[in-house]
């Protein structure tokens, strides 16, 4: 996961530096991210993983670091049991 989200910055945040070479608290924004790039970057995280992150939930935090989007993916792909039996 973490390679895949190094390579999605690549392509769309527009850093100073390659991705593989960033450390994953390396705060992207210092490195050059604006919050445009930053909502391209959301949007191509979710339409990789198949996932949507609750809006609600996103800020300039949540897409900062490596470290903190790949925490943004691993609790959009889990759904407690109780969640989706009361959904349906």
Not at 16 to 37: C, D, F, K, S, V
Request: hydrophobic residues 45%; aromatic residues 10%; without cysteine.
């Amino acid at each position: 996961m973490f390679e895949i989200i190094q390579s999605l910055i690549d392509q769309e945040a527009q850093i100073r530096i390659p991705a593989a070479h960033l450390t994953p608290r390396a705060n992207l924004y210092e490195l050059g991210m604006t919050p445009y790039t930053a909502i391209r970057l959301l949007l191509a995280v979710e339409r990789e993983f198949r996932i949507e992150f609750p809006r609600d939930s996103l800020n300039r935090e949540a897409m900062a670091t490596i470290e903190q989007i790949v925490r943004r993916v691993r609790d959009s792909q889990f759904v407690p049991a109780y969640e989706w039996r009361d959904a349906a």
